[in-house]
């Protein structure tokens, strides 16, 4: 069946620094790719999504691309700032999971002053 | 637009108490999906609606848990008797449709610690 697999975290990084958040997907289909993060406290917010090869979502200076050859669809920023900290969720919907979310584990990621 | 509204925030119940959590979607949406969040993991849905109809419930503990969506417009959660186990944050979320182009909102969620 579908799966998401994501870097375990937590990601430790410096304000300012290159983040990458890695996302790999197993599915029969051709899915569409989710990117949704957590705030403390708070419930999911999407970030940015793709629905095909070779799409690129962005949103707040977040970008991951759709790269159906290795099935990725890696999370990126240039650079991040400590209001960035939060767990990120990279998810799949295809026909195969009926349209529901499948998702991966989370990644937390704490960015320091 | 206003967003998914849940309540209550946070509550804190004795295993074996009964317990209930509202879910008012954003207006218009037809699907209503509850999920389940232990601490450090995805989140783990327990049952779809589309309407006022149950698409999937597959991974609902029907034993204990029981929700419904009267009208097709706001949802209730039930537990009853609460376990330790059912702690947890329990997030609602809408979507306006049901399909490939679909994208889920979600509300704030409802913290349930079992003591």
């Known amino acids: 069946g579908d799966s998401v697999t994501q870097m375990e975290g937590p990601v430790t990084l410096s304000e300012e620094a290159f983040l990458t958040i890695n996302c790999t997907y197993t599915?029969?289909?051709?899915?569409?790719l989710f990117w949704y993060v957590q705030y403390p406290g708070e419930g999911l917010q999407l970030l940015l999504k793709a629905t095909k090869a070779d799409d690129k979502g962005s949103n707040k200076g977040f970008e991951a691309t759709y790269r159906k050859e290795t099935t990725s669809f890696h999370l990126e920023k240039g650079s991040v700032q400590v209001s960035d900290s939060a767990v990120y969720f990279c998810?799949?919907?295809?026909?195969?999971?009926?349209?529901?979310?499948?998702w991966g584990a989370g990644t937390k990621l704490i960015i320091k002053p | 637009e206003a967003g998914v509204a849940q309540s209550p925030r946070y509550k804190i119940i004795e295993k074996r108490q009964s317990v209930a959590f509202w879910c008012n979607p954003i207006s218009g949406h037809a699907t209503l999906y509850w999920y389940q969040q232990i601490l450090g993991q995805g989140p783990k849905l327990l049952i779809q609606f589309q309407n006022n109809g149950v698409v999937d419930d597959s991974q609902l503990p029907k034993d204990r848990f029981s929700a419904e969506r009267l009208k097709g417009v706001d949802s209730t959660l039930k537990i009853q008797p609460a376990k330790l186990e059912d702690s947890a944050v329990y997030l609602c979320?809408?979507?306006?449709?049901?399909?490939?182009?679909?994208?889920?909102?979600f509300g704030a969620g409802t913290r349930l610690s079992v003591l």
């Open positions: 599915a029969t289909g051709y899915p569409s």
């Open positions: 998810a799949l919907s295809d026909q195969q999971s009926n349209y529901q979310l499948i």
């Open positions: 979320a809408s979507s306006l449709f049901w399909g490939r182009e679909d994208i889920q909102y």
